[in-house]
């Protein structure tokens, strides 16, 4: 698999200290990444700034791919040892993700599918879609 960028400009909100955009390898529709501005590796290590707006930013995302985007669940992941800075997965489970299971060994599985099988341009207006709409739901952040 590549680290290919296709969507290196896919953000929804660039504040001060957090900046959430499109997952730059992975092609699926609202599979978001909330990425801390400083270089840290915890979410142990936010001040209690970083940490109230972080919710505040989970919350609000998490409640438009609800409610604009329709995503009924997802997944949220952070994992401190990354080669990357500090970051949280918001990952969404769509309907054809079934067929992988629910279970949290199924995420690998579902991203090397999408890698292999959804770089196309159908997929990639989808994605552009979602993330115009949630960039609108956010912008009043």
């Keep these: 698999m590549t680290d290919e960028i296709l969507f ?3 953000t929804i909100i660039k504040t001060e200290l ?3 955009h499109q997952d730059w390898q992975t092609p699926i529709p609202g599979f978001f990444i909330i990425a801390s501005a400083r270089k840290i590796r915890s979410i142990a290590e936010f001040t209690e700034t970083e940490a109230a707006e972080f919710i505040k930013l989970i919350v609000r995302l998490r409640q438009g791919m609800k409610d604009i985007l329709g995503i009924k669940d997802a997944y949220l992941f ?3 040892d990354t080669d990357y800075d500090f970051h ?3 990952f969404p489970r769509h309907q054809w993700m ?3 299971g629910r279970k949290i060994e199924s995420v690998r599985q579902i991203i090397n599918y999408a890698k292999e099988n959804m ?3 159908h997929v990639s207006s989808q994605i552009k879609e979602c993330v115009a709409k949630m960039r609108d739901y956010m912008a009043n952040f």
């Design 8 to 10: 290196p400009n896919e």
């Design 18 to 20: 957090f900046d959430i």
């Design 78 to 80: 952070q994992n401190e």
């Design 88 to 90: 949280l997965w918001m």
């Design 98 to 100: 079934e067929q992988f």
């Design 119 to 121: 770089r196309n341009e």
